[in-house]
């Protein structure tokens, strides 16, 4: 591989559940150390599932393209409906465009890309607390299967 090329898979950068779990975010500016422009990946499992967060880019002032990768998606822009299957692109020039998507069918992936169109990237505010979010929430787990460890009525192996 040449450097400055890599060459990964969604499925291989970690998912992390966000938003208390209902949204499943693939940090994949953050795993290729991407400068210039933002990008995440979204998985819902099972349809009615978030793939995109309700949202404006209005503090930010981001441009966003989302792209349905697998499965379908419904948008709801600004309160409108629209169905999009796989394949389909959602551009949002206007960051005051008020912006969710669900997925109409399991396994639905949506692909955002975006970034401010009169000035430099800056990574958006929420990553390092979607990635928190996500840490704690796996601390959690880890600390409630070391108590239910301790249980004498826990089976032992």
């Known amino acids: ?39 995440n990946a979204y998985t819902a499992p099972k349809a009615g599932d978030l793939v995109v967060e309700e949202h404006t880019e209005e503090s930010l002032g981001h441009e966003e393209v989302y792209v349905v990768l697998a499965g379908r998606a419904t948008f709801t822009l600004n309160g409108e409906d629209f169905d999009a299957p796989a394949g389909t692109v959602v551009h949002l020039a206007d960051p005051k465009v008020n912006r969710v998507a669900r997925a109409a069918e399991d396994g639905t992936r ?48």
Do not use: C, N, Y
């Not at 291989?12 to 400068?35: A, N």
């Not at 996500?134 to 004498?152: G, N, T, V």
């Open 110 to 157: 949506v692909l955002a890309v975006g970034g401010p169109t009169d000035a430099a990237f800056q990574p958006s505010p929420w990553e390092p607390a979607f990635r928190a979010e996500a840490l704690a929430r796996a601390a959690q787990a880890d600390d409630d299967l070391a108590s239910l460890r301790e249980r004498p009525d826990f089976p032992k192996s």
């Open 1 to 39: 591989m040449p450097e400055g090329a890599r060459v990964i898979t969604i499925d291989e950068v970690e998912t992390l559940p966000v938003l208390g779990g209902e949204l499943q975010w693939h940090p994949l500016r953050h795993t290729l150390g991407i400068r210039a422009f933002g990008m």
